[in-house]
């Protein structure tokens, strides 16, 4: 019998978690294909189709193979009061999470998430949602039941780069890409999101007849700089990925992978080490600033990351705002700004002593004895933008040596085009964040910018 290998761990006396392998990506044929072929014995796979999730109703299916190999496979259609992603996971994946793990039979977990499901959000919740109301289980996160071992992205090698780069939203023309309500979250959000926390990808390779080289050539040099260490394999036209391929995929993650891991706003940009060099016209490009941005200029500046880029990851120093560092990400011609927590600077000396000692590490290398740990840095993936013009575009936002010398006093009466949430262009609408949340989540600032043809 082939097993997963997991890196579940268990104390003296409670048993180890069960792993737990997230497969996701826009196409869900690709991943019904992948998730089918990681289903041995001892296994047992989840998917709930969130298609009707909208009324109230999500068709959910569990597949089970016994250690005997004997196989059963149960579709339900689960009733939600209030029909959405986020009820979804807390009234029906998390409790079924926790079932299974107490079941002798079942060794390893598939999920097989819809397409709209974006990997990270259903991490977080395995960790962080307490699961209540369960007759003789503790109320607690699945996660202290359940392990994520993997996450297998799956990608389409002829219009995968299409829609990580564009701008149509899942909720266009009335469809709410499964979210339950209008969603205004892009393919191109979904797509480098599935991706950029993937630990393995699975590649569904054009037909030859109908491949493009340079667009494949392309779409490669992305996908090894958004998921640099995950191994990829590519399945052929006609030919679904095997079950032993698929196992092979999995041992093949190196140490030290995501595993299910959520980075913070404060953590390394660059922690996997991504090809810093061009291929195809495809780069990474770094900006960094010892100095604030000037918040109009900002605001102004930051279509320069909606043309020609993939995503934008990174943290930013507001003059007028001291205490904050926000966060940036773009994805295609999608942008948000956020509140990413406060800076070191703007702690106690008590208040550091509770925060990560690798980012007091890196902090401490570069702290000035007048602001502290602030700074800007982004990471940007760009494809076909210029990445002088980018770093350019960026550096002349910052503030000028006559700004500096005026000092924090009249830093704090710039307009701030980022005080209220609104999108581009500039009218008040109300935003809802759907992703997980990030290392902090009491932002009261949230801008969403989708660029214009």
């Not at 999500?58 to 939600?80: C, H, K, M, Y």
């Not at 979250?185 to 037909?207: E, I, Y």
């Not at 195809?280 to 605001?299: D, I, K």
């Not at 209220?420 to 989540?441: G, I, K, M, W």
Request: with cysteine; hydrophobic share 40%; proline share 6%.
């Amino acid at each position: 019998m082939v097993e997963f290998e997991s890196t579940a761990t268990s104390g003296d006396l409670m048993p180890p978690r069960t792993p737990v392998v997230l497969v996701t990506g826009l196409d869900p044929e690709a991943v019904a294909r992948t998730a089918d072929a990681l289903v041995v014995a001892g296994t047992t796979l989840v998917h709930h189709d969130l298609d009707a999730v909208g009324s109230g109703r999500v068709v959910r299916t569990v597949r089970a193979v016994d250690l005997d190999g004997s196989e059963i496979t149960q579709v339900t259609e689960v009733n939600l009061a209030h029909g959405c992603v986020s009820c979804t996971l807390r009234l029906d994946l998390l409790p079924l999470l926790r079932r299974l793990h107490r079941r002798s039979s079942v060794e390893n977990i598939v999920i097989q998430l819809d397409s709209a499901l974006e990997p990270e959000a259903v991490a977080w919740a395995i960790d962080e949602v307490v699961v209540t109301d369960m007759p003789g289980f503790i109320d607690a996160p699945a996660g202290g039941d359940v392990v994520i071992d993997a996450t297998i992205a799956c990608v389409s090698e002829s219009d995968w780069l299409d829609a990580a780069t564009g701008d149509e939203t899942l909720g266009g023309d009335g469809d709410d890409g499964g979210s339950g309500e209008d969603d205004d979250r892009t393919l191109a959000q979904v797509a480098v999101a599935q991706v950029g926390f993937a630990d393995a990808l699975v590649v569904a390779a054009a037909d030859p007849a109908m491949r493009d080289q340079w667009t494949s050539a392309r779409t490669m040099a992305v996908l090894r700089r958004l998921a640099p260490r995950a191994p990829m394999v590519m399945e052929l036209p006609q030919r679904p990925i095997r079950p032993l391929i698929a196992v092979q995929l999995l041992r093949a993650i190196p140490e030290g992978a995501r595993r299910g891991r959520i980075d913070g706003p404060h953590d390394p940009l660059l922690r996997d080490r991504p090809p810093l060099e061009e291929e195809c016209g495809v780069r990474v490009v770094e900006f960094t600033a010892e100095r604030p941005f000037h918040p109009q200029r900002l605001h102004a500046a930051l279509d320069v990351l909606l043309d020609g880029v993939v995503c934008t990851r990174g943290r930013m120093w507001l003059a007028n705002r001291p205490d904050d560092a926000f966060w940036v990400e773009s994805a295609g011609e999608g942008l948000r700004v956020a509140i990413g927590g406060p800076w070191l600077a703007a702690m106690s000396a008590q208040e550091r002593e509770f925060e990560d000692p690798e980012r007091r590490a890196m902090a401490a290398l570069r702290w000035d004895a007048e602001h502290g740990d602030r700074h800007s840095a982004l990471v940007i993936l760009a494809h076909r933008a210029d990445p002088d013009t980018i770093t350019g575009t960026l550096s002349e936002a910052v503030l000028t040596d006559a700004e500096m010398a005026d000092g924090q006093a009249l830093w704090m009466a710039y307009p701030d085009p980022f005080g209220v949430a609104h999108s581009d262009p500039c009218d008040d609408l109300e935003q809802t964040d759907r992703r997980a949340p990030a290392a902090d989540s009491t932002t009261d600032t949230d801008t969403d910018r989708k660029g214009q043809q």
